[in-house]
């Protein structure tokens, strides 16, 4: 990837958060709290963190977490956020090109929501390199959009992962790892101006076995 792409993709999501002073919900993804919610606080590592909703419901749930971004923008709504709550000791923030350098050392959960673009994100190599990241008897989450939400008004055909996809992106070892969840989920949403629709998620679980 060059210099220039980097920086259009960079561009492309500050000025997605530009738009609006907030732009996400501020709520924890649901799916992430069912998840985290029955396992022991340790390191979390929030890949595409946006403004920090996740990061803020982890580090109030116990987690010490690390979120990650492209977006400076989103990064600083963040950081403000976890700073009004008195989380910062729990809570780093760094902003990255994921699709060419990962954060160092292990986490006991690494967290990809809705880590999905319009324009160019090495999937692929971020998916390995978050599976390399978690610490024996940790958990790997990755929430997907399996179909564009109603409100969408997609312009054009829009390709969506599709749970058995990624499965086969990340190729893990069954020895090493335990499939939790991998199946496309329904969730209640409301949109942007108040409308109500059922959405579908894809949801994929895996733990890497301690001795894995
Ligand atoms: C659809 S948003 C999801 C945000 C958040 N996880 C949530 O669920 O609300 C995707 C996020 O990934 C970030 N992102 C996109 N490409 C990235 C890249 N190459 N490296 C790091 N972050 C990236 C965007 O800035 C954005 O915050």
Same mark, same amino acid.
């Given at each position: ?6 920086? #259009?993709?960079?561009?492309?999501? $500050?000025? /997605?958060?530009?738009? =609006?002073? /907030? ?15 029955? +396992? ?6 929030? +890949?595409? !963190?946006? $403004?920090? @909703? #996740? ?10 977490? &690390? ?18 709550? #008195?989380? !910062?000791? =729990? ?16 986490? %006991? ?15 692929? /190599?971020?998916?390995?390199?978050? @599976? ?10 990755? &929430? #997907?959009? *399996? ?19 990624? +499965?086969?992106?990340? %190729?893990?070892?069954? &020895? ?9 989920? $329904? ?6 101006? *108040?409308?109500? @629709?059922? +959405? ?6 895996? /733990? ?5």
């Amino acid at each position: 990837m060059s210099t220039y792409d980097e920086q #259009d993709v960079k561009a492309h999501w $500050e000025a /997605r958060y530009g738009e =609006r002073e /907030r732009v996400f919900s501020g709520r924890v993804n649901p799916w992430l709290a069912e998840v985290a919610g029955s +396992l022991s606080p340790g390191r979390a590592l929030d +890949l595409g !963190c946006g $403004e920090g @909703a #996740d990061a803020v419901w982890l580090a109030e749930n116990g987690w010490h977490v &690390v979120g990650v971004d492209i977006s400076e923008t989103a990064l600083q709504r963040a950081a403000e956020e976890v700073a009004e709550r #008195d989380l !910062c000791d =729990r809570t780093d923030f760094v902003q990255m090109n994921l699709s060419k350098d990962f954060p160092e050392g292990t986490f %006991d959960l690494v967290s990809a929501q809705f880590l999905q673009s319009m324009v160019q994100l090495d999937r692929e /190599r971020i998916f390995a390199a978050s @599976a390399r990241a978690v610490a024996p008897g940790g958990v790997l989450i990755i &929430v #997907d959009h *399996g179909a564009a939400p109603p409100w969408a008004n997609l312009t054009h055909d829009h390709e969506f992962p599709t749970v058995e996809g990624v +499965l086969a992106q990340i %190729d893990l070892d069954p &020895v090493q790892w335990e499939t939790l969840r991998a199946a496309p989920v $329904e969730r209640n949403a409301v949109g942007p101006d *108040g409308q109500q @629709a059922v +959405l579908i998620d894809n949801l994929i679980v895996l /733990r890497r076995r301690a001795d894995g």
